[in-house]
Nanobody, 114 residues
Framework: QVQLVESGGGLVQPGGSLRLSCAAS????????MAWYRQAPGKQRELVAI???????TYADAVKGRFAISRDNAKNTVYLQMNSLKPDDTAVYYC????????WGQGTLVTVSS
């Protein structure tokens, strides 16, 4: 059983930045994929970014060029650097890790508003 704990959410003004962290209780170096998803009010959960075990990254079109996913295997932590934030980025952000089973964190709220 792996636990994922997100942190770093909060209130930020449009154009601002936040860095989300996802701390895993297990070794992320053995995960097939680590990812960030988000769910805005009244909408379905959507993929934001993925990083594979060999460091290949993929992003949703809506965040390309603004967000960056990274991983620190020594700390078993995955990060999501979010820049140039927009009100449409407001959502609960979830960390996801795929080992033999699929695991989710509890989510962290990001609110982009002036």
């Amino acid at each position: 059983q792996v636990q994922l704990v997100e942190s770093g959410g909060g209130l930020v003004q449009p154009g601002g930045s936040l860095r989300l962290s996802c701390a895993a209780s297990g070794s992320i170096s053995s995960a097939y994929v680590m990812a960030w998803y988000r769910q805005a009010p009244g909408k379905q959960r959507e993929l934001v970014a993925i990083i594979t075990s060999v460091g290949i990254t993929t992003y949703a079109d809506a965040v390309k060029g603004r967000f960056a996913i990274s991983r620190d295997n020594a700390k078993n932590t995955v990060y999501l650097q979010m820049n140039s934030l927009k009100p449409d980025d407001t959502a609960v952000y979830y960390c996801n890790g795929r080992w033999e089973k699929n695991y989710w964190g509890q989510g962290t709220l990001v609110t982009v508003s002036s």
